[in-house]
């Protein structure tokens, strides 16, 4: 598929960024490495979670007069296109996920032998049961606490994800009567309404997978594409009051994540702003947008979902043997935490171009050959 005349190469780098911080962010946290932002790997999520609600909405209005936004085709044909986005990936490490549980729960005791503060229950990568394969598959998992952290996998985020897909085509509909600014404030005193009056229920949550959390910052990427797109700065102060919303509706969201979830916001707003040719803004984006668009920063984000993915599966079982075999935990830190890098990170982007051209590409061929009812190559697609 040629790329359309609006397309934002540079979000491409954002995503590799995002898939390397939340990679080398789980890396620190289990070998006790304290790197400032970079121990926190939910940051990296967060910038994953801007990027998705800007991309939907500027693809859902580059679309607008092709696929109207009140036709069931153009719900259909989102759900469809996401859905084999995010699943035939999802599903086949999850298969793997499952078959292993009980290796990665071994593997994860043996580094909580060495540190006590990464202890998780290690049985809940091992939960076989009909229920928790049957919410996984169907995706329903993230809204259920009891089932929303139980795989090696990352997926908390996955189910988060494909619940705003879910609710995004809505929220569309809201938009085309009441406009970006109303409809996002709407839904965001909705999310504050449903914390207050079903706190039980968000507290239950280990991860926040649940969509109503994190559904501010989806949010202000889809209010921020607005903004880049009538260059409304008074639309854009809307993004700005998202994180605040998420910080009450979060689980341990900390003064470091919210300052770094404005820091986002500000740089991708001024990263995307279509700013006059010679401006004092568009001679400072200059350089980050050279180095967003190299050829590796295109790879980085080609592979950033396989990497999401699959890294934890790569990681945890290369920690513990370290953990078991030599005197690894006895080093200095950030030792570990390069040591862990170096033989982590050339592994898994591999297995991510593999997985990239051999699962993804396919998959979203299938998905537009389902849509269209025509043949699509791999190779004649993009994520």
């Known amino acids: 598929m040629a790329q359309g005349k609006n397309w934002s190469p540079e979000l491409e780098g954002l995503r590799g960024i995002a898939s390397l911080w939340v990679l080398f962010g789980h890396i620190c946290l289990l070998v006790q490495c304290r790197i400032p932002l970079l121990y926190d790997p939910g940051m990296g999520v967060d910038l994953f979670i801007l990027l998705s609600g800007y991309l939907m909405a500027k693809n859902y209005q580059d679309r607008r007069e092709k696929a109207p936004w009140n036709s069931l085709a153009t719900i259909r044909e989102f759900w469809l296109r996401r859905f084999f986005r995010i699943a035939p990936l999802y599903y086949l490490l999850l298969i793997v996920a499952l078959i292993f549980g009980g290796l990665f729960g071994e593997c994860r005791d043996i580094i909580a032998s060495a540190w006590i503060s990464t202890q998780t229950d290690a049985s809940r990568y091992a939960d076989h049961s009909f229920l928790n394969i049957l919410t996984h598959l169907s995706f329903i998992f993230g809204a259920l606490p009891d089932y929303s952290f139980r795989t090696v996998l990352p997926d908390w985020s996955i189910g988060l994800e494909m619940q705003f897909y879910l609710l995004f085509p809505f929220i569309m509909l809201m938009v085309m009567r009441w406009g970006f600014m109303l409809s996002a404030l709407v839904v965001m005193v909705?999310?504050?309404?449903?914390?207050?009056l079903l706190a039980d229920y968000f507290d239950a949550f280990p991860m926040p997978s649940m969509i109503l959390i994190k559904l501010p910052l989806f949010l202000a990427g889809m209010v921020m594409a607005q903004a880049v797109r009538e260059s409304n700065l008074r639309l854009w102060l809307v993004a700005l009051l998202a994180p605040l919303c998420a910080a009450w509706m979060g689980i341990a969201v900390t003064p470091?994540?919210?300052?770094?979830q404005w820091v986002m916001i500000i740089g991708m707003t001024a990263l995307l702003w279509q700013a006059t040719e010679g401006s004092r803004l568009e001679r400072a984006m200059r350089l980050?947008?050279?180095?967003?668009?190299?050829?590796?920063?295109?790879?980085?984000?080609?592979?950033?979902?396989?990497v999401y993915l699959l890294h934890l599966m790569i990681v945890i079982p290369t920690i513990a043997l370290l953990v078991n075999y030599s005197n690894f935990e006895h080093l200095p830190s950030p030792v570990r935490m390069l040591m862990v890098a170096a033989l982590c990170t050339p592994v898994v982007y591999l297995c991510a171009w593999g997985l990239f051209h051999r699962v993804e590409k396919p998959g979203i061929a299938l998905g537009?050959?389902?849509?269209?009812?025509?043949?699509?190559?791999?190779?004649?697609?993009?994520?």
């Open 190 to 196: 909705v999310c504050l309404a449903a914390r207050f």
């Open 256 to 260: 470091v994540r919210l300052a770094a």
């Open 368 to 383: 537009r050959r389902v849509i269209t009812g025509k043949n699509v190559r791999p190779e004649q697609v993009l994520p």
């Open 288 to 306: 980050p947008k050279r180095l967003l668009t190299l050829r590796i920063s295109q790879f980085l984000g080609d592979v950033s979902y396989s």
